[in-house]
């Protein structure tokens, strides 16, 4: 694990919490951000914090190859919105915005478009704001989810909870 992986896991740990279990989060069961939907063979409320970050080294953070990110604002978007809606769609938002294949795959040609960017707006402001538009699309589907979305919203600007 690196340097910059235990930096985001520490603040990833400041967002998400222990065992919970909220009949509107569709996850089910969660803890450590962890849920049974995505996680039906693991004992939810038996996950020790040192099992939850092997979870997220090996099925986000590597995946999404966030060491090959120049910029950690990016990076961080990238992985923090890869745990929250899942590898596939954040990876798949990055290349919406870079203009490549939508593959939901991190490879090559991605990551160079990532690396060499040099748009009007710094790339992380153009993802922070796709992000938004996501959660307001989940809560005008779904209103019970409007009571995710404080969350959802300090996540994305990066606003530590005990504000």
């Keep these: 694990m690196t340097e910059?992986?235990?930096i985001f896991f520490n603040r990833l740990m400041g967002y998400e919490?222990?065992?919970g279990n909220d009949p509107d989060d569709h996850g089910g069961q969660t803890k450590y951000g962890i849920s049974h939907k995505s996680y039906p063979y693991l004992d939810i409320a038996k996950l020790n914090l040192e099992r939850a970050k092997e979870i997220y080294w090996n099925d986000y953070?590597?995946?999404l190859k966030i060491d090959n990110f120049i910029n950690d604002r990016i990076a961080w978007q990238l992985f923090d919105f890869g745990v929250n809606a899942?590898?596939?769609t954040s990876a798949k938002m990055l290349q919406k915005i870079l203009k490549t294949t939508q593959d939901g795959i991190i490879g090559k040609i991605t990551l160079e478009k990532v690396n060499l960017w040099n748009g009007k707006y710094p790339l992380?402001?153009?993802?922070?704001?796709?992000?938004?538009k996501f959660y307001y699309k989940i809560?005008?589907?779904d209103p019970t989810?409007?009571?995710f979305?404080?969350?959802w919203m300090f996540r994305i600007i990066e606003i530590p909870w005990d504000l």
């Design 149 to 151: 979305f404080k969350g």
């Design 4 to 6: 910059r992986f235990e």
């Design 17 to 19: 919490g222990g065992l």
């Design 124 to 132: 992380y402001i153009h993802f922070i704001s796709e992000r938004i």
């Design 139 to 141: 809560t005008d589907n």
């Design 145 to 147: 989810q409007m009571k």
């Design 86 to 88: 899942g590898i596939g």
């Design 61 to 63: 953070y590597k995946p």
